[in-house]
C-alpha cells in the first residue's frame, strides 16, 4: 500500500498533495497546542496557590506581585498580578478585573482546536473524493480497450484509485488522535484555572464585598419596593383604637331606611 501511495505521489495525484497539505497543517496545530497547553499555561497550580497564599497572610503585597511576575506573564499568574495591582488600586474591582482577564484568557486554551476536526473530515472527505475521481477515469478508460486487456487494467487501475481513500484514512486518524489528546489537555487545564480563580476570589475579595450586590442589579421588583415602600404609610382603621372622625355624623344612619320601608 505504501509503494503504491509513493509511486502515486510521483506521478502527481492532486488529491494526494491535497491531503498532505491538510495532515501537515493539522499536525502543525496539534503540536502548536501540545506546547501552549503543556509548557506556556501549564504550571504547578497547587504550589503556586499555595505560595501566593502564605506571601497574602503575611501581607506582603508587592513581594506577592513579584512571586506573580517571576512564575509567568500568563495563565494563573497574570490573572493573580491583575487582580493584586486593582487591590491596591480599589479593592471594589479586584471581582471585576478577575472575570474580566479570565474571560479574556479562557479562550486562548480552546484557540484551534476545533479545526482539527474539520481538518480530519476534510481529509478523510478529499481521500473518498479521490478515490472516486480515479475509479470513473478508469472505467471511462476501460471501455475503449480490448476484452484481453480490460482485465489488466482494470485491475491496475481500481488499485491504484484506492490509494487516496487509503492516505486520507491513515491521516485523519492520525489528526483525530492528536484532537482528543489536545482536547483533553485543555479541558484539564481550564478546571485547573477555575479552582484557581475560586481561590484568588476568595484570598483577594473582602469579604463585606463578597455578597455585595447594589440596588440597580437586585432587579426592577426589588429596587421599585426599596423606592416605593417608605413613602407609603397605611391609615389606621378604627379597630386599631384611631379617634373617630368628627366629621361622622350617627344621624346620617339612621336617616337611611331600611329595605321594607322602600318597598
Given amino acids: 500500500m505504501f509503494g503504491e501511495i509513493a509511486a502515486s505521489f510521483q506521478r502527481g495525484n492532486i488529491y494526494l498533495s491535497t491531503i498532505l497539505f491538510f495532515g501537515f ?18 504550571l504547578d497550580f497547587g504550589r503556586f496557590l499555595s505560595n501566593l497564599k502564605k506571601l497574602l497572610q503575611a501581607e506582603d503585597t508587592s513581594r506577592a506581585l513579584s512571586f506573580c511576575k517571576s512564575v509567568g506573564n500568563t495563565s494563573l499568574p497574570a490573572i493573580a498580578r491583575r487582580a493584586l495591582e486593582a487591590a491596591e488600586r480599589d479593592p471594589t474591582t479586584i471581582r471585576g478585573v478577575i472575570e474580566e482577564e479570565t ?25 473518498v473524493l479521490g478515490a472516486i475521481d480515479s475509479l470513473w477515469n478508469t472505467f471511462h478508460a476501460v471501455s475503449v480497450l480490448d476484452t484481453a486487456q480490460k482485465q489488466a487494467s482494470l485491475g491496475i487501475e481500481i488499485a491504484r484509485a ?25 479541558i484539564r487545564l481550564t478546571e485547573k484555572m477555575h479552582h484557581g480563580v ?42 386599631e383604637g384611631a379617634a373617630p372622625d368628627a366629621n361622622f355624623a350617627d344621624t346620617a344612619v339612621e336617616d337611611i331606611r331600611d329595605e321594607e320601608e322602600i318597598i
Fill in 103 to 127: 474571560i479574556d484568557f479562557l479562550p486562548r486554551i480552546e484557540s484551534r482546536i476545533g479545526g482539527l476536526m474539520a481538518l480530519s473530515t476534510l481529509i478523510l472527505l478529499t481521500g
Fill in 198 to 239: 475560586t481561590v484568588l476570589n476568595n484570598l483577594l475579595v473582602p469579604p463585606e464585598l463578597a455578597s455585595f450586590m447594589p440596588v440597580a442589579m437586585a432587579g426592577p421588583a426589588a429596587a421599585m419596593n426599596s423606592v416605593v415602600a417608605p413613602s407609603y404609610v397605611p391609615s389606621p382603621t378604627p379597630n
Fill in 162 to 186: 484506492l490509494n487516496p481513500a487509503a492516505f486520507g484514512i491513515l491521516l485523519s486518524m492520525v489528526i483525530l488522535v492528536g484532537y482528543y489528546i489536545v482536547r483533553g489537555m485543555g
Fill in 25 to 42: 497543517l493539522g499536525t502543525a496545530i496539534v503540536f502548536e497546542r501540545i506546547i501552549m497547553l503543556q509548557f506556556v499555561y501549564h
